[in-house]
């Protein structure tokens, strides 16, 4: 073959070589790794840089070449029906899983399942799994990825769920996505009943609070205008790691009232899905905001295990 091509390498690949010519997947210490090298047929010859300045110069032009390369290649997809939703199988290819890496690929995947919006999962070498992340196997799916991962057939990539909205990766899920370490990391979770969201934080602080509403309510939303399936309800889950005073409560309740008066972002959701968006808050499973005479602990979210999480999202 002797073409140089995008190889997927799971989670921490050569995480110590300095100037090895590689990138994440998507932007998170639990995305597998893209590595870059020459396929000899018998053995893979990866690329490096001899120094910054090599890598500045070189990387850029080295990567474009391994995804025009990649493009060249056009394993065949075959789509399955299981209780009534397709799932695309691609197999049979070396570089099977790394078609993820080609939206045009993608996109035609995205055809012959009759969805812009897939769950893809990217288990072992030369095995990509795609199905509409709208359908009902859809809350699933992450369980079904995790025990192809755990029983690979060749090497192993990933554990995790990739949203691919219009060939492009939007973003990253899976059942134990690890901690980043970052001040503003959160857990969104869909309750499948309901189609409400519920978003855990770990907030320390008012600032850290605030950059993480923001932050996962983006999520929420591009997740809900992709979908265009919301049950109208957003609830937000504080744990002990802040004091519960006038202070966070009030800026909890500034919150729910910037939503609700917020007409550009009603109306949009509106439209889409026939549901008002609201946002309630909860401070150890018990509502600070909105307060009213009826207020009480979300429902619904009960039955979730709450380590077998079915969408996670980490900054």
């Known amino acids: 073959m002797r073409q140089l091509l995008p190889i997927l390498k799971p989670t921490g690949y050569?995480?110590?070589?300095?100037?090895?010519?590689?990138?994440?997947?998507?932007?998170?210490?639990?995305?597998?790794?893209?590595?870059?090298?020459?396929?000899?047929?018998?053995?893979?010859?990866?690329?490096?840089?001899?120094?910054?300045?090599?890598?500045?110069?070189?990387?850029?032009?080295?990567?474009?070449?391994?995804f025009d390369n990649?493009?060249?290649?056009q394993p065949s997809i075959e789509v399955q029906d299981a209780q009534g939703t397709k799932i695309a199988f691609v197999?049979?290819?070396?570089?099977?899983?790394?078609k993820i890496l080609?939206?045009?690929?993608?996109?035609?995947?995205?055809?012959?399942?009759?969805?812009?919006?897939?769950?893809?999962?990217?288990?072992?070498?030369?095995?990509?799994?795609?199905?509409?992340?709208?359908?009902?196997?859809?809350?699933?799916?992450?369980?079904?990825?995790?025990?192809?991962?755990?029983?690979?057939?060749?090497?192993?990539?990933?554990?995790?769920?990739?949203?691919?909205?219009?060939?492009?990766?939007?973003?990253?899920?899976?059942e134990n996505l690890e901690d980043d370490g970052g001040k503003d990391n959160f857990i969104i979770t869909e309750n499948g009943k309901t189609n409400n969201y519920k978003v855990e934080l770990k907030s320390k602080s008012i600032e850290e609070l605030t950059e993480n509403v923001n932050t996962s309510f983006q999520q929420?939303?591009?997740?809900?205008?992709?979908?265009?399936?919301?049950?109208?309800?957003?609830?937000?889950?504080?744990?002990?790691?802040?004091?519960?005073?006038?202070?966070?409560?009030?800026?909890?309740?500034?919150?729910?009232?910037?939503?609700?008066?917020?007409?550009?972002?009603q109306t949009l959701i509106q439209a889409l899905t026939n549901s008002k968006t609201s946002l309630k808050f909860y401070y150890k499973n018990r509502q600070i905001a909105p307060l009213d005479n009826n207020s009480t602990p979300q429902q619904g979210f009960e039955e979730i295990d709450p380590e077998k999480k079915w969408w996670q999202f980490w900054k």
């Open 14 to 66: 050569r995480q110590e070589v300095p100037l090895f010519f590689k990138e994440f997947l998507f932007e998170s210490s639990s995305s597998p790794v893209i590595a870059f090298g020459t396929d000899e047929g018998n053995r893979i010859s990866y690329e490096g840089a001899s120094d910054e300045e090599d890598y500045k110069n070189r990387f850029p032009i080295l990567k474009r070449q391994a």
């Open 70 to 73: 990649l493009k060249e290649i």
């Open 91 to 98: 197999v049979g290819h070396e570089y099977a899983s790394e």
């Open 102 to 174: 080609d939206s045009d690929f993608m996109k035609q995947v995205g055809q012959l399942i009759g969805s812009k919006s897939l769950m893809v999962g990217i288990p072992f070498k030369g095995h990509l799994i795609a199905t509409d992340s709208n359908s009902e196997i859809r809350l699933k799916f992450p369980a079904i990825i995790q025990k192809y991962y755990n029983n690979p057939q060749q090497d192993p990539i990933s554990d995790k769920v990739f949203l691919v909205n219009d060939g492009e990766i939007v973003a990253m899920a899976g």
């Open 220 to 265: 929420v939303m591009a997740m809900i205008m992709q979908r265009k399936v919301f049950g109208g309800e957003v609830s937000y889950h504080l744990g002990g790691e802040m004091k519960l005073d006038k202070i966070l409560t009030d800026k909890c309740q500034s919150y729910v009232t910037q939503i609700d008066e917020n007409e550009m972002a």
